[in-house]
């Protein structure tokens, strides 16, 4: 168990529709991490979050959005939805910055599929 | 552009026979090297992080080693488990403006009876 939770952890809706994924990083983790894995694919990266800023981007669609709470939990919000968004979302959490030295981890994803 | 590549991409050994998977980057200045564990619809697993001044690594049977003169490094797991059938990511930190995390697309394993 990595520490970091995601909810839902599966999730089957419609095109058009919205939806919000939930994680909650590893207690004292500042950094959280947004990755999308399509069907045999590698982890695409969506967004950086520090400690309640947005840190970076990625290849995040314009229907997409995210952002960490003062709490530090983040959620990611996918909206105009359609069949080539279907795909295993990934939250990561580290306590710093990852890039830098800091070891990253991932929870165990919530899977969208879109009807 | 930064890059990470992994090669090969699937590989099939038998139980207990050692592998190794290779990992190329192109990621300058680096920082550091990661490689992760994936099993089959679940989240990635750190094995091993080395920085630049790294040059091998081990977690129980998983030997990682790095040279970064050649921008190379490969993963190598020793008496192969049917528990160690997933993929296998290499992730290079380095600077593209600013510091980020790029993802190799991963190694398939399988390892069979």
């Known amino acids: 168990d990595s520490g970091v939770t995601q909810t839902p952890k599966h999730l089957i809706t419609a095109t058009g529709q919205r939806v919000t994924l939930r994680c909650s990083p590893r207690s004292g983790d500042l950094s959280v991490y947004w990755y999308q894995q399509s069907l045999d694919q590698g982890l695409q990266f969506l967004i950086q979050?520090?400690?309640?800023?947005?840190?970076a981007k990625g290849n995040i669609l314009e229907r997409f959005s995210a952002q960490q709470f003062p709490d530090l939990h983040s959620e990611l919000n996918l909206s105009s939805l359609e069949l080539g968004d279907s795909a295993l979302y990934f939250c990561?959490?580290?306590?710093?910055?990852?890039?830098?030295?800091?070891?990253?981890?991932f929870g165990e994803g919530s899977r969208l599929t879109v009807l | 552009k930064n890059q990470v590549e992994q090669s090969p991409q699937s590989l099939i050994i038998l139980e207990g026979k050692n592998c190794t998977l290779q990992c190329n980057y192109t990621v300058s200045p680096f920082s550091n090297l990661r490689w992760y564990k994936q099993d089959t619809g679940r989240g990635p697993v750190s094995l091993t992080i080395?920085?630049?001044?790294?040059n091998t690594k081990s977690n129980g049977r998983y030997t990682a080693t790095l040279d970064a003169d050649t921008k190379q490094s490969s993963l190598h797991i020793t008496a192969s488990q049917l528990s160690d059938s997933a993929s296998y990511i290499c992730?290079?930190?380095?600077?593209?403006?600013?510091?980020?995390?790029?993802f190799g697309k991963g190694t398939k394993l399988s390892v069979i009876p």
């Open positions: 992730v290079v930190s380095g600077k593209a403006g600013s510091y980020q995390l790029t």
């Open positions: 080395m920085t630049f001044s790294e």
């Open positions: 990561a959490s580290s306590l710093g910055l990852a890039e830098f030295t800091g070891e990253l981890f």
């Open positions: 979050y520090y400690n309640g800023e947005e840190r």
